[in-house]
């Protein structure tokens, strides 16, 4: 058994943190920071995050250092590693290095979305989800990159989410049209993010319309997961909606996935089709079922 201390590298609150971490197990892991003075609340799944000024000390407690690579394959080896994707709050890193890549100088713009993302009580239309957007994007378009406004339109396409289909999108739009034109961004891409932003109301765009289409089919990739995954989302939506009865959500469930089985095609891009299409089929029919 063993306790490892990565370098401190990763930027937040105006300070840079290490990663610590257990081999074996979540008690020792908790022990040790225990006895070394690390709260309780830096605890994140399955590390600590620890600030720059504590590094010696815990390397003088015996946690031994390692480069950032070795230490997450120690955890991954360890069957303790939480997926980023599954765990929000460790998601603000990787989601602001993107962000400022997008649309550098405007970091304030950026911590404002990832705020709205990270709402209380959002758990589907959470972080993970705007990362699982992104990075579906990647795959559908790679080896080139989306276009900047395809990629503003999935940070701001669910920017505003109370649960009121059509009324989130268009206050989204909204929010997008005010943020962007105040950040001195071009009128007729500010008009683009917004157009790109409603089309996720219906996933329904243009025939020759090629970035709604990655957008359309990037929001809705999570239908093609494998059985399990399709679990956890059902799970996360029946959460974002925790307030309406088992009986009312099972009307609106049936209703939006018998929506969706009508989409002809569900997904546009021929990528996206081999993706995820046939799966996204079985899951729906087995949901609805």
């Not at 970091?107 to 959470?126: A, I, N, T, V």
């Not at 649960?163 to 961004?185: I, K, N």
């Not at 009307?251 to 929506?259: D, E, I, L, S, W």
Request: aromatic share 8%; charged share 25%; proline share 5%.
């Amino acid at each position: 058994m063993a306790i490892y201390v990565d370098p401190p590298l990763w930027p937040a609150h105006g300070t840079v943190f290490s990663h610590l971490v257990s081999d074996t197990s979540l008690d020792e892991l908790h022990a040790f920071a225990a006895a070394s003075g690390v709260p309780e609340r830096a605890f994140d799944g399955d590390h600590y995050d620890v600030p720059e000024r504590r590094y010696d000390d815990l390397v003088s407690a015996g946690a031994i250092p390692v480069e950032a690579r070795i230490l997450v394959r120690k955890l991954i080896a360890s069957g303790l590693r939480i997926p980023a994707r599954e765990r929000s709050k460790a998601l603000t890193v990787p989601l602001m290095e993107r962000w400022n890549s997008t649309y550098p100088g405007h970091e304030e713009l950026g911590l404002e979305l990832l705020e709205r993302w990270g709402e209380d009580g959002r758990k589907y239309h959470s972080r993970t989800h705007l990362l699982a957007v992104l990075e579906a994007l990647d795959v559908l378009t790679e080896p080139e990159q989306p276009a900047r406004t395809v990629l503003l339109a999935a940070w701001f396409h669910d920017a505003v989410y109370e649960g009121v289909a059509g009324q989130d999108e268009e206050e989204s739009a909204r929010l997008a049209e005010d943020r962007l034109t105040a950040a001195g961004l071009a009128p007729h891409e500010v008009a683009e993010v917004a157009r790109l932003v409603l089309l996720t109301t219906s996933h329904s765009p243009k025939t020759g319309d090629y970035a709604g289409a990655l957008l359309c089919d990037a929001d809705l990739s999570v239908l093609g997961g494998d059985p399990e995954s399709y679990a956890r989302y059902l799970a996360a939506v029946r959460e974002d909606y925790a307030r309406v009865s088992d009986e009312d959500f099972a009307k609106g469930r049936a209703a939006v996935v018998r929506n969706l089985l009508r989409l002809d095609p569900l997904f546009h891009g021929e990528r996206a089709k081999a993706l995820w299409l046939d799966a996204a089929r079985r899951n729906l029919a087995s949901e609805l079922a």
